[in-house]
T-cell receptor, first 110, second 112 residues
Framework: GDSVTQMEGPVTLSEEAFLTINCTYT??????LFWYVQYPGEGLQLLLK?????DKGSNKGFEATYRKETTSFHLEKGSVQVSDSAVYFC?????????FGAGTTVTVRA | DVKVTQSSRYLVKRTGEKVFLECVQD?????MFWYRQDPGLGLRLIYF???????EKGDIPEGYSVSREKKERFSLILESASTNQTSMYLC???????????FGNGTRLTVT
């Protein structure tokens, strides 16, 4: 099956700092790629997605570009807020199923 | 908005008990999934179903079974709960094929 390697956390940042979370994957074929976010005490929410090479997904100031040549889908945000504190998961989707990495815990301090 | 509802937020069960975790989705989705989430391991797929009465094993099916008698409902069953099944369980659904998954808020199960 597919596998995901995510940047290890936890990551602690100050407000307005730049955030990057690295993600690389192995998959057979060409999966769709997703970032999910989990806020404290909640389930996972879809943050953004990209379905083919060079697509850029974006939402809430976050962006990620599907890089087929490097099998990567790094998440970036230019200026984080305290409300961005959460666990972030990179996940390729193939054969109907998502595969998850361990997740990256991000804490943003005021 | 899609709503995926898990019947319990917290459950405490004893070793050896039979445990049912229930999940209902309200958007006529074909696919439904059960994952467990453990610190440092992310989410791991237990079982999934792409149609009523159909089920497929995921990556860690041992000790679990599932039931899907109606399209909107997907149940996870622990036949004889053990302490190593203490975890957060997340249900998800998706429309068809490789559509995004929508998750419920999870059930935190403790087996003592």
């Amino acid at each position: 099956g597919d596998s995901v390697t995510q940047m290890e956390g936890p990551v602690t940042l100050s407000e307005e700092a730049f955030l990057t979370i690295n993600c690389t994957y192995t998959a057979t074929g060409y999966p769709s790629l997703f970032w999910y976010v989990q806020y404290p005490g909640e389930g996972l929410q879809l943050l953004l997605k990209a379905t083919k090479a060079d697509d850029k997904g974006s939402n809430k100031g976050f962006e990620a570009t599907y890089r087929k040549e490097t099998t990567s889908f790094h998440l970036e945000k230019g200026s984080v807020q305290v409300s961005d504190s959460a666990v972030y998961f990179c996940a390729p989707l193939s054969d109907y199923k998502l595969s998850f990495g361990a997740g990256t815990t991000v804490t943003v301090r005021a | 908005d899609v709503k995926v509802t898990q019947s319990s937020r917290y459950l405490v069960k004893r070793t050896g008990e039979k445990v049912f975790l229930e999940c209902v989705q309200d958007m006529d989705h074909e696919n439904m999934f059960w994952y467990r989430q453990d610190p440092g391991l992310g989410l791991r797929l237990i079982y999934f179903s792409y149609d009523v009465k159909m089920k497929e094993k995921g990556d860690i099916p041992e000790g679990y079974s599932v039931s899907r008698e109606k399209k909107e409902r997907f149940s996870l069953i622990l036949e004889s709960a053990s302490t190593n099944q203490t975890s957060m369980y997340l249900c998800a659904s998706s429309f068809v094929g490789n559509s995004p998954l929508h998750f419920g808020n999870g059930t935190r199960l403790t087996v003592t």
